[in-house]
C-alpha cells in the first residue's frame, strides 16, 4: 500500500504562485511515476503534470512555461510549482503514484483544493 498526503493549496490572486506538496509513503517501487491531476466542478480530471522515478517530465500544454513539477532526491515527495496562475487553474489538485512492475498500480492522495480569484 501507498499513502499521498497533499498539502499547499488554497486561495490566490490570479498572476500570484502556489507550490503543492505530495509526500508518498509505503511500498515505492523502484520504478514509479508522480502526477499531478486536477478536476474543477463540472469537468472531467485533467492530468496536469508527471514525473517519473528517472526525471521524465510531461505537462498538459495548459501549464507550460508556467508550471513545473519536481521530486525530492529520496524520490518520496513531488512538488508541484504554479506560477502566473490563472482563475482557470482553480480546481481540486491531485496526487497520484504509478508503481510500475508486471502492471500498473495507482494510488491517490485525498486532493487539496486551489482557488485563483480575478
Known amino acids: 500500500q501507498v499513502q499521498l498526503v497533499e498539502s499547499g493549496g488554497g486561495l490566490v490572486q490570479a498572476g500570484g504562485s502556489l507550490t503543492l506538496s505530495c509526500a508518498a509513503s509505503?511500498?515505492?517501487?523502484?520504478?514509479?511515476?508522480m502526477r499531478w491531476y486536477r478536476q474543477a466542478p463540472g469537468k472531467q480530471r485533467e492530468l496536469v503534470a508527471s514525473?517519473?522515478?528517472?526525471?521524465?517530465?510531461t505537462y498538459v500544454d495548459s501549464v507550460k512555461g508556467r508550471f513545473t513539477i519536481s521530486r525530492d532526491n529520496a524520490k518520496t515527495t513531488v512538488y508541484l510549482q504554479m506560477n502566473s496562475l490563472k482563475p482557470e487553474d482553480t480546481a481540486v489538485y491531485l496526487c497520484a503514484l504509478d508503481n510500475l512492475s508486471n502492471g500498473v498500480y495507482t494510488y491517490w492522495g485525498q486532493g487539496t483544493q486551489v482557488t485563483v480569484s480575478s
Open positions: 514525473i517519473s522515478s528517472g526525471g521524465i517530465t
Open positions: 509505503g511500498s515505492i517501487f523502484r520504478i514509479n511515476v
